[in-house]
């Protein structure tokens, strides 16, 4: 066993011997065996007490956040990206063409001055959503140039209809003028 590593459990040999054990028997009395044995030489590191240490702090917590060894700058955490990944994975269930950043969606809220382009509220008051103007359960694509801001009531009650309010007027609240036409 080498020691100064707590995260140590057994040598790259050790692990191909038992890797072979498990994975290249095709008798599953011997897998059985196989598996028996990790479970003992895993109960040998537990009487480890550098090894328990380590466990334990895991456990209460310690190695959480940027005190983990395998800590990569937190930016799993915020909401947006989460959301940027739901989406991603839907376009992707969904076989659709293209992409767009979120630079780009930014872009596009800025261009009709953050507001809904159906009821003409604007974001501090209401959140505008990603609305694919012809669906992607239509065959859309994921392109910005198929994207349109809706507030999520809007964009709920589009549902699956192909819609583009674009060139429709609407009162921007923030501006406190009436808009007829947008331009992209």
């Not at 964009?155 to 923030?174: L, P, V």
Request: proline share 4%.
């Amino acid at each position: 066993m080498e020691t100064g590593n707590p995260f140590f459990i057994m040598t790259e040999a050790g692990k191909k011997k038992l890797s072979e054990a498990i994975m290249g028997e095709k008798n599953p009395m011997k897998k059985i065996e196989a598996k028996e044995k990790m479970r003992g030489i895993l109960k040998k590191h537990w009487r480890d007490p550098e090894f328990r240490k380590h466990m334990e702090e895991v456990k209460k917590g310690r190695w959480t956040g940027e005190k983990n060894p395998l800590w990569k700058g937190g930016i799993s955490k915020t909401r947006e990206y989460h959301k940027e990944r739901r989406r991603k994975r839907r376009v992707r269930k969904l076989n659709a063409k293209g992409s767009h950043t979120f630079g780009e969606w930014e872009l596009l809220k800025k261009q009709y001055g953050h507001c809904c382009l159906s009821c003409g509220k604007c974001e501090p008051e209401i959140i505008l959503t990603e609305d694919h103007i012809i669906p992607l359960s239509k065959g859309g694509s994921d392109y910005i140039e198929n994207i349109q801001p809706l507030c999520r009531s809007c964009n709920s009650k589009k549902h699956t209809k192909i819609i583009y309010y674009g060139r429709r007027s609407y009162y921007n609240r923030r501006q406190r003028c009436i808009v007829s036409e947008v331009k992209s």
